[in-house]
């Protein structure tokens, strides 16, 4: 497939999907181009860690970045205005030397929460499977790595 016909074949993406079977056929162009927005939103790593570290109230962003191994100091900050603008996430400055600045989830940052220990969980529960398909996939890769060379 040339470079052309992959630009073509992205436009097309939610055209394909709505006309696809399953959950996404129901769905207007309009409600699926705002799902996108959401789960590119709250599905990435740094999202799911900051809710889920937020989950027991009110934290300081510095004990944030401590709480949140391998998070910069840049993803923490515009992890949290994505939050924050999207409602599942309210900063609250307090006009105090030195300045403290304290996040917490919001009712619908809240609402998000069970969906987001589920997830964890299910990826605790299914590590040892995982990691397995890690492996052999990764073996059978070296394999025909060495064959093609």
Known sequence: MGTKDLRVARRNVRANVVRAPGPCAHWSSEDADFIREILDLVGDKWSVLIIGTLADGPVRYSDL?????????????????QLQRGGIVSRTAYAEVPP???????GLGFSLLSTVLAMA???????????RHQRDFDAARAVATATDE
């Open 65 to 81: 970045a401590d709480a949140i191994p391998g998070i910069s100091q840049r993803m923490l900050t515009l992890t949290l205005k």
């Open 100 to 106: 403290r600045v304290e996040y917490q989830l919001t």
């Open 121 to 131: 969980s299910w990826a605790t529960e299914h590590q040892p499977e995982i990691r």
